[in-house]
């Protein structure tokens, strides 16, 4: 997402790089002259990304634990269709 | 009323544990697209993110090469290698070109702190993962556009480039870059 601020003293960021391509007055307005944009719209893009990150990590390990689930469920019915073939 | 539709059930064991089998594996499906739905490969293992309250923190990737820093959404190890990934969870499609370029930019940096190249990187819009290749193409955008930035930091005047007017509506800066927009 943002690159820190202390990293770009030196070098240019990626996220500069996208402001560039993006307009390179906006790369201006954000990076030479250290003017914040709106700042409503940043703060609902950091919220968008954390957002995602909680919900990519959640849904992975609500999966783990339903495959986990899953393999014990399978398992027991298997064991069950063998029982009822006797 | 309910018993004529369990009755092949009863009369047939077999079949009611074929049948709960099936409703085991639905569900398992189920979960799976809503696992996937975020736009990160299931099968790919998380290396790093950058966002807080979760293991594998980012730490940012430098290049002395290119005098290039950055720090990916994403890193997902995909066969062995490291993939990066940009998430614009806002965002839908068509792929914007600016983020193409945000992405070729931490394909670099991938490349150079991992010593392989990662053969494509993963755009996240809402709507759909876009698999960016990592061509020579790319590569070349990405230098052209970290000169550009290069000599404007050193004083090169930005008036010479055009003003993407089309642009400006979804600009954090159009107040102030055009005053009464």
């Keep these: ?86 | 009323m309910r018993l004529p539709i369990l009755a092949p059930f009863l009369l047939s064991p077999r079949l009611a544990l074929a049948a709960l089998a099936s409703l085991v594996l639905l569900v398992w499906l189920g979960v799976f697209l809503y696992a996937r739905s975020t736009g990160l490969p299931i099968s790919a293992r998380i290396v790093a993110v950058d966002q807080r309250g979760w293991s594998a923190p980012a730490r940012p990737y430098t290049s002395m090469r290119y005098h290039l820093v950055g720090r990916p959404d994403y890193v997902v190890s995909v066969r062995g290698r490291e993939i990066p990934v940009e998430a614009k969870p806002t965002r839908r499609g068509p792929v914007r070109p600016w983020d193409v370029v945000q992405l070729g930019a931490y394909l670099l940096l991938t490349e150079e702190a991992t010593h392989q190249q990662p053969r494509y990187g993963l755009l996240v819009y809402r709507d759909r993962t876009y698999r960016i290749r990592n061509s020579r193409r790319l590569q070349r955008t990405v230098l052209q556009a970290l000169a550009q930035v290069q000599a404007a930091r050193a004083g090169q005047a930005i008036e010479r480039y055009p003003l993407p007017r089309a642009r400006c509506a979804t600009c954090g800066y159009r107040r102030r870059c055009r005053p009464g927009f």
Excluded: I, K
């Design chain 1, 1 to 86: 997402m943002a690159d820190s601020t202390s990293e770009r003293d030196e070098h240019s960021t990626a996220s500069e790089l996208a402001a560039w391509a993006f307009c390179p007055r906006a790369w201006a307005w954000r990076y030479r002259d250290g003017v914040a944009a709106d700042d409503e719209q940043l703060a609902r893009g950091r919220q968008a990304h954390q957002r995602h990150a909680d919900e990519v990590f959640q849904r992975r390990r609500l999966l783990r634990w339903v495959q986990l689930g899953v393999l014990v469920l399978l398992a027991g019915l298997a064991l069950a269709w063998f029982l009822v073939g006797r």
